[in-house]
């Protein structure tokens, strides 16, 4: 299903045996547009707790009634868990002691989004890893994780200038790979609306900058389908907005 990264944020995850706590942020690939780490706040029951990160690859189901995520792992295992400082960034070198804390395969190693695999939960094996023992190193030792957070509020460069802002995303739970940017244009377009864009039209994503580059321009992004949240899974809703963005792309 999609969800919005609104919605997602507040979402309460549930371990084996209890809550752990809701979710904060995500951390995703900005070369894929994938969110490799849920971020969770869990100072309801371990106080001062660091930043703790709960993988995709745990997750049992998303249960859209009340926004629930639960998880295949226990809160004994969550708390510990590798933690990050406050200002410390998810390195490789974190991911590695990560998923070989929780036994997971190596998303890294592999040619489809989730190593050999299109969903999270495959890697749940550590035997997916053992697979990919060719993979170049350089893949093994990089990454392009960023903060959603981040993004928000990001700049929109078309190819004929730079007008609108990013609002909101949307995210498949089933592969967690971004499906649409909301695209605020209220600040060019009179009246104003909020529009989807999938990741085929976006060209580059500066953080020094703060934009999110596209490869069309303003009056394309303007005829962008228009975002209805409350139809964001709904069949003939969905048909109609990939039929639009294949027509304006």
């Known amino acids: 299903m999609l969800v919005s990264l609104k919605e997602l944020k507040g979402s309460p995850i549930s371990a084996l045996d209890g809550n752990i706590g809701e979710v904060e942020d995500v951390y995703f690939d900005d070369r894929n547009w994938i969110i490799r780490f849920l971020v969770v706040d869990t100072s309801p029951w371990i106080p001062l707790s660091q930043r703790t990160l709960i993988s995709p690859i745990a997750l049992k189901e998303y249960n859209d009634e009340n926004s629930l995520l639960e998880v295949y792992i226990s809160k004994q295992m ?12 998810v390195s490789r070198q974190f991911e590695i002691s990560y ?12 040619a489809n989004s989730w190593g050999d695999y299109a969903y999270p939960t495959a890697l749940a094996s550590q035997g997916a890893q053992l697979l990919n023992a060719e993979v170049d190193h350089k893949l093994q030792t990089t990454n392009h994780l960023r903060s959603a957070d981040e993004i928000i509020s990001y700049g929109i460069e078309a190819k004929d200038g730079k007008k609108g802002h990013v609002q909101d995303m949307v995210w498949d739970t089933c592969t967690w790979s971004l499906r649409y940017l909301v695209i605020d244009t209220r600040d060019w377009f009179p009246g104003g609306k909020k529009v989807l864009v999938s990741p ?11 934009a999110v580059s596209c490869n069309i321009n303003l009056e394309q992004i303007r005829n962008c389908p228009e975002y209805q949240p409350d139809k964001l899974n709904e069949r003939q809703y969905l048909k109609s907005v990939q039929n639009k963005l294949q027509v304006n792309h």
Do not use: A
């Open 78 to 89: 969550v708390k510990d868990s590798p933690k990050l400082e406050e200002h410390q960034t």
């Open 99 to 110: 998923f070989d804390y929780f036994g997971y395969g190596y998303y890294w190693l592999g």
């Open 200 to 210: 085929d039209q976006l060209t580059n994503l500066s953080w020094e900058n703060q």
